[in-house]
């Protein structure tokens, strides 16, 4: 059996290659968007298949060569990382019983541990409309045309927050790494300023901000996601900076991938300056304090408003870990 070594950051949908609808049935006729994208995932740079996934001749990946992010936020992203001793085509991705899948060629890198070893990443966006545990796949298409039976992996729902405004963090493997946005009005959105909360015409509350530290302190917890959202009251005119920052690497020997996406109002910003959808890596080793700057965007709708001082709102008080955390970078940085 040929060896795979797969690190997959990602959360893939597997392809049920039992049962197929006809093509009316999988697409979404007014947006012409087939199902599997609309309320599952897509691939950056895939082409979508309607039917049922090729007929496999080879064996899955066996667990022990395959790692993944577990749990998935809606509008969250992912990707997979795979390094294998064998040339791989394409993949395959899709949801178990939905119909249709992607068809993902990936560029090809060398190993960095081994001459003989190839390195993929597969990127991969969830849909807005996520909304319930999902059971994933992936299979590959060797160089000499051989097909692994799907692997078979459960990911696990986790809800957040939704907004006018939605900035998604997402990296592999676990480490403290930290979603930082400053807003038009100056206001630093992270860890230790987590916004607040909109008081409503009839009493009730609307939170806004950061809903997901994840992994603080390098207190894992298998999320490996962060998620600031801004609804339409709190949105600002003017431009706004996205930063990334790798705050500890839990574990120095290895580093670490990371993804981030913005969007207003379901629709991927178009930035002033970085990119969008943006990725990078850590290396392994003391990486900590970067704040990389990923990218700018300005916001200039109608329905965006710059926060009045009689704005109705009261701040989250930050927890005894955020006060730890903001202690220990002080120090780092000498202040």
Excluded at 44 to 69: D, F, H, K, M
Excluded at 76 to 88: A, E, H, K, Q
Excluded at 259 to 286: F, H, K, L, M, V
Excluded at 296 to 319: D, H, L, M, V, Y
Aim: charge should be negative.
């Amino acid at each position: 059996m040929k060896k795979y070594l797969l690190s997959i950051g990602v959360c893939l949908m597997g392809i049920a290659f039992i049962l197929s609808c006809s093509k009316d049935d999988d697409k979404d006729s007014s947006k012409n968007v087939s199902t599997l994208e609309k309320e599952y995932f897509s691939i950056e740079n895939a082409n979508y298949v309607s039917g049922a996934l090729p007929t496999a001749n080879v064996a899955a990946i066996s667990r022990e060569n395959i790692s993944y992010n577990d749990r998935a936020l809606a509008g969250g992203m992912n990707f997979i990382s795979v390094t294998s001793d064998t040339r791989i085509k394409r993949f395959y991705l899709g949801a178990k019983g939905v119909d249709g899948y992607w068809s993902y060629v990936p560029s090809t890198t060398r190993a960095e541990d081994s001459a003989e070893s190839y390195d993929y990443e597969i990127p991969i966006d969830y849909s807005t409309e996520l909304d319930g545990d999902i059971v994933m796949f992936i299979c590959a298409e060797e160089e000499d045309g051989d097909i692994t039976q799907p692997y078979e992996a459960t990911i696990t729902f986790v809800s957040s927050q939704s907004g006018d405004l939605e900035i998604n963090l997402t990296f592999h493997p676990a480490k403290d790494i930290d979603l930082h946005l400053y807003m038009p009005d100056g206001e630093h959105i992270y860890y230790n300023n987590r916004g607040g909360y909109i008081t409503n015409g009839d009493g009730t509350e609307t939170r806004w901000g950061l809903d997901h530290d994840s992994n603080a302190g390098c207190d894992i917890d298998g999320l490996n996601n962060e998620n600031i959202v801004i609804p339409a009251e709190a949105v600002q005119q003017g431009t706004y900076t996205v930063e990334v920052n790798m705050y500890e690497n839990c574990d120095e020997e290895t580093g670490a991938s990371w993804r981030i996406q913005a969007r207003y109002r379901d629709e991927i910003i178009r930035p002033q300056t970085g990119s969008n959808p943006a990725s990078g890596t850590y290396p392994s080793g003391d990486c900590s304090g970067d704040h990389t700057k990923v990218m700018t965007f300005t916001i200039g709708s109608a329905s965006a408003k710059t926060r009045a001082p009689q704005f109705n709102w009261r701040p989250i008080p930050p927890t005894e870990m955020d006060k730890i955390k903001y202690d220990a970078e002080m120090y780092r940085n000498g202040k």
